[in-house]
C-alpha cells in the first residue's frame, strides 16, 4: 500500500482543515488506518485511527472532541477533520496503515506504510 497525503495549510486558531490520505493498492479496505503528528522537536505521536471497517475509532486525549477521523473505501481514502484548532496542533501529520486491520495502534512501529506528511499550521 502507498499513501498520499493533503490538506495541510496554514490556518488561525480556532478555525478548520480536512486531511486526506488517498492510498493505492488493492489491500485498503481491509487495512487499519491512523494518523501521526510529529512536531518540530518532538517524537511522532498518534492522534486518531480507526479499524478496518470503520466501526471503531481512537483519539488521543489532546483531540478528542475536535478531531473526526472516517474512510472512504470507494476512494480508498481516509480523511481527519479538525476543528477548533489550537497552536499546540502545528505538526506534520502523517497516515499510516497497518496489516493488522482489527487493531488500533498507537505505535509507529507497527504500521508498515506511511505517507510523506502534509504540514499544518495553525497561528495564535
Known amino acids: 500500500v502507498q499513501l498520499q497525503a493533503s490538506g495541510g495549510g496554514l490556518v488561525q486558531a480556532g478555525g478548520s482543515l480536512r486531511l486526506s490520505c488517498v492510498a493505492s493498492?488493492?489491500?485498503?479496505?481491509?487495512?487499519?488506518l491512523s494518523w501521526f503528528r510529529q512536531a518540530p522537536g518532538k517524537e511522532r505521536e498518534f492522534v486518531s485511527g480507526?479499524?478496518?471497517?470503520?466501526?471503531?475509532?481512537y483519539y488521543a486525549d489532546s483531540v478528542k472532541g475536535r478531531f473526526a477521523i472516517s474512510r472512504d473505501d470507494a476512494s480508498n481514502t481516509v480523511y481527519l477533520q479538525m476543528s477548533s484548532l489550537k497552536p499546540e496542533d502545528t505538526a506534520v501529520y502523517y497516515c499510516?496503515?497497518?496489516?493488522?486491520?482489527?487493531?488500533?495502534?498507537?505505535?509507529?512501529?507497527?504500521?508498515?506504510?506511511w505517507g510523506q506528511g502534509t504540514l499544518v499550521t495553525v497561528s495564535s
Open positions: 499510516a496503515s497497518d496489516d493488522k486491520p482489527w487493531r488500533i495502534s498507537t505505535t509507529p512501529g507497527d504500521y508498515d506504510a
Open positions: 493498492g488493492r489491500t485498503f479496505s481491509y487495512r487499519a
Open positions: 480507526l479499524n478496518w471497517s470503520g466501526g471503531r475509532t
